[in-house]
């Protein structure tokens, strides 16, 4: 029997080695389609990890680490001679496994469901928060190990103190999150209340959530962002970057938490594409930075008051109409 038993764990383990490996791979090919989309007002590599870390079983995370590790050691390795080693070493840590700090407490603490299966949204939040102030220290650290590299020793934008510039990579890193997080939990939990109904194309189509979001959503940002883009009136452009979040406000009262979490993530995703083409190179400018607050706000305040709206109803009418 001992023999039987040592003989099936010898052919478990190649299985559980496989498992990691391609848990590893595909974050790593996620990760880097997320980072090479990112920039730092808009970390959308946030998201991504924050949503792994959620949802994947502990025994995975050492994964992660690995998928996230080797993307990071070529790009330290490639630009070592230029930004120095200690900015190597310090860009070549994953951040998942800093972000696990934070994460391994919650995740002991609270369950992502409640005891009526319900995501708790606050958890998701405090996470969200906690792993954006790690993410922008490490990031204050890295920055500050290229910089005393440099010839003069200073940071690109003299006007900007380390609290301006933390501000913004917490800010970055928490939309980041919100843009991402919230949408796959959200669809994750309108396809478990599809209770054994098939996904199809035609079912995706008559959804309410859908036919709001291809309707009314994408015009009026799409139309707001154009604005925001090409007009050269700054008092224009920052209603318009404000002008974003009513959007977020009408799909959370139309379709409670589900509706927030696809508004702010397209909502957010706007506001990256004005920040970069409106005001490249400043990442702590001051009206990108009182949008960028005003959004997560916006995007948070609506997550927490609308998670009681009727899920389960909405889910069930996105199956049936």
């Known amino acids: 029997m001992n023999g039987v038993a040592r003989g099936q764990r010898m052919d478990h383990t190649p299985w559980q080695w496989g498992q990691h490996l391609a848990v590893a791979a595909a974050y790593g090919a996620c990760y880097e389609i997320a980072r090479y989309l990112s920039f730092p007002q808009w970390m959308l590599t946030a998201g991504l990890r924050l949503a792994a870390l959620l949802l994947l079983p ?3 995370w050492p994964a992660l680490a690995l998928g996230e590790f080797l993307p990071l050691l070529e790009s330290s390795a490639a630009n070592a001679p230029d930004l120095g080693i200690g900015w190597a070493i310090s860009a070549s840590v994953p951040m998942v496994v800093l972000w696990m700090a934070i994460m391994t407490p919650l995740r002991a603490r609270w369950s992502l469901y409640d005891s009526r299966g319900d995501v708790r949204i606050p958890m998701v939040l405090v996470a969200a928060l906690g792993v954006s102030v790690v993410t922008a220290i490490a990031t204050l650290l890295t920055a500050e190990a ?8 200073s940071w690109p934008d003299p006007n900007t103190g380390p609290l301006g510039y933390f501000m913004a990579y917490t800010l970055g890193a928490y939309l980041g999150a919100l843009t991402l997080t919230p949408m796959v939990l959200a669809l994750r939990e309108r396809f478990r209340h599809l209770r054994g109904v098939p996904l199809n194309l035609q079912l995706i189509a008559r959804s309410p959530l859908f036919l709001d979001t291809v309707r009314w959503l994408l015009p009026m940002l799409a139309a707001t962002t154009w604005v925001a883009i090409n007009t050269h009136d700054e008092t224009l452009r920052q209603a318009a970057r404000l002008a974003l979040v009513l959007p977020v406000l009408g799909m959370a009262w139309r379709h409670g938490w589900h509706g927030t979490a696809i508004g702010g993530m397209v909502a957010s995703m706007a506001l990256a594409i004005v920040a970069s083409i409106a005001s490249p190179g400043l990442l702590a400018e001051p009206g990108t930075i009182r949008v960028e607050a005003i959004m997560a ?12 709206a009727p899920v389960a109803r909405t889910a069930h009418q996105a199956s049936r109409t």
């Open 297 to 308: 706000l916006a995007i948070s305040g609506t997550l927490l008051v609308r998670v009681r």
């Open 58 to 60: 502990r025994r995975y």
């Open 146 to 153: 290229a910089i005393l590299n440099g010839p003069d020793g």
